[in-house]
T-cell receptor
Framework: NAGVTQTPKFRVLKTGQSMTLLCAQD?????MYWYRQDPGMGLRLIHY???????AKGEVPDGYNVSRLKKQNFLLGLESAAPSQTSVYFC?????????FGPGTRLTVT | SQQGEEDPQALSIQEGENATMNCSYK?????LQWYRQNSGRGLVHLILIRSNEREKHSGRLRVTLDTSKKSSSLLITASRAADTASYFC???????????FGAGTRLFVKA
């Protein structure tokens, strides 16, 4: 049982480049989330999904898009990366309020 | 603005001492959760307390909730060096779905 996995673990992008972060969970959870964590600011919700085929905006959605084509996967896309998107990105999943987190992706945009 | 705010921002204690962290929030909640994050890792759920509960225990953890003051505290008794981590409170707002995290308290336990 791998829990929640994230790919890649690290990435460096140049401004304007695009990329997709992949989150996968094997716990059959309905709910999945993408957060970003910046120093001194805790976690901020980017987008979330309440089930396969659904997505919704969180607290800081601008500059990001998401898709949930399969129940076990939740993809986070950056269409045109900006330095302000340098952060650590965490994916999480849940069946209720308790969330299970992945190990994170450290993204640097130069 | 943050829904949950932890206090203190950082705490340093000796092994064996108790550690207390506080969380304040602004709106009506369904429940409040505490998570732990070891350096460079994802968050791990510790405990959930519902809005109609006042106190909850789990091993060396004791959580209290005062909805009239919109505050919660996490007590770790007989701390160990392995408890060194950041601790976050997270609130699930009444009638909503999202959970909002605070900025965290960094705990350092000296051996």
């Amino acid at each position: 049982n791998a829990g929640v996995t994230q790919t890649p673990k690290f990435r460096v992008l140049k401004t304007g480049q695009s990329m997709t972060l992949l989150c996968a969970q094997d716990m059959n959870h309905e709910y999945m989330y993408w957060y970003r964590q910046d120093p001194g600011m805790g976690l901020r919700l980017i987008h979330y999904s309440v089930g396969e085929g659904t997505t919704a905006k969180g607290e800081v959605p601008d500059g990001y898009n998401v898709s949930r084509l399969k129940k076990q996967n939740f993809l986070l896309g950056l269409e045109s990366a900006a330095p302000s998107q340098t952060s650590v990105y965490f994916c999480a999943s849940s069946y209720s309020f308790e969330q299970y987190f992945g190990p994170g992706t450290r993204l640097t945009v130069t | 603005s943050q829904q949950g705010e932890e206090d203190p921002q950082a705490l340093s204690i000796q092994e064996g001492e108790n550690a207390t962290m506080n969380c304040s929030y602004k709106t009506s909640i369904n429940n409040l959760q505490w998570y732990r994050q070891n350096s460079g890792r994802g968050l791990v759920h510790l405990i959930l307390i519902r809005s109609n509960e006042r106190e909850k225990h789990s091993g060396r953890l004791r959580v209290t909730l005062d909805t009239s003051k919109k505050s919660s505290s996490l007590l770790i008794t007989a701390s160990r060096a392995a408890d060194t981590a950041s601790y976050f409170c997270a609130t699930a707002v009444t009638g909503g779905f999202k959970t909002i995290f605070g900025a965290g308290t960094r705990l350092f336990v000296k051996a």
